[in-house]
């Protein structure tokens, strides 16, 4: 296959700015969607999650959006610090028997002191 | 266990080869997920058990790939005659049950094929 995920697209951030991370997905009859944040020879971590019946969640420094009409889902991450750098995945459920969660090839925060 | 537990961590083979990763997933959860990563790029989906069946294992690349699961806990991934394409981190994930829940990765056992 094409090795384009060799470069990564980057968002670059002052340390104490937000950030906006941004997805599209695939399947416009996804119903659960997920965040995960991967550091270096780590597995991806959980972040947070939305369901299709909502189009906004909140956790702690960070919020993620959904527009469905537009197959789009956003992470905002408040106050950005060097300990948020790291590639970030979104994730969808294709839903059904199979619960196949479906990844979209990342985006690198890297966070600037 | 506290968290998903793959081994080997590293695993270094040479082309032809046959490997096994080992998954031991959380205690109590009954769903388990393969996925691959190559450098650098997303995760790609191997195979999802729910207990010891598969229902879905459509992502396995070829013949050469095979699960399995006992017990409903641990499994182990099987790659025959290993090419150098194979080289890649291969994760495992549980989730306690199924549809629509977050999962939890382990750390991920990096294949190289020499």
């Known amino acids: 296959g094409e090795s384009v995920g060799l470069h990564l697209p980057t968002l670059s951030v002052q340390e104490g700015d937000n950030s906006i991370i941004n997805c599209a997905y695939s399947?416009?009859?996804?119903?659960?969607f997920i965040w995960y944040k991967q550091e270096s020879g780590k597995g991806p971590q959980f972040i947070i999650d939305?369901?299709?019946?909502?189009d906004k969640r909140q956790g702690q420094r960070v919020t993620v959006l959904l527009n469905k009409t537009v197959k789009h889902l956003s992470l905002q991450i408040a106050a950005t610090q060097p300990g948020d750098s790291a590639v970030y995945f979104c994730?969808?459920?294709?839903?059904?028997?199979?619960?196949?969660?479906?990844f979209g090839t990342g985006t690198l925060l890297a966070v600037q002191p | 266990g506290a968290g998903v537990s793959q081994s080997p961590s590293n695993k270094v083979t040479e082309k032809g080869k046959d490997v096994e990763l080992r998954c031991d997933p959380i205690?109590?959860?009954?769903?388990l997920y393969w996925y691959r990563q190559s450098l650098g790029q997303g995760l790609e989906f191997l195979i999802y058990?729910?207990?010891?069946?598969?229902?879905?294992k459509s992502g396995l690349p070829s013949d050469r790939f095979s699960a399995e699961r006992t017990g409903g806990s641990v499994s182990t991934l099987t790659i025959q005659r290993t090419q150098q394409e194979d080289s890649a981190v291969y994760l495992c994930?549980?989730?306690?049950?199924?549809?629509?829940?977050?999962?939890?990765f382990g750390s991920g056992t990096q294949l190289s094929v020499l």
């Open positions: 205690s109590g959860h009954t769903a």
């Open positions: 994730a969808e459920n294709y839903g059904g028997a199979t619960n196949k969660l479906i």
């Open positions: 399947n416009s009859a996804s119903d659960y």
């Open positions: 994930a549980s989730s306690l049950s199924g549809p629509n829940e977050k999962l939890f």
């Open positions: 939305i369901r299709s019946n909502m």
């Open positions: 058990f729910q207990g010891n069946s598969a229902p879905d």
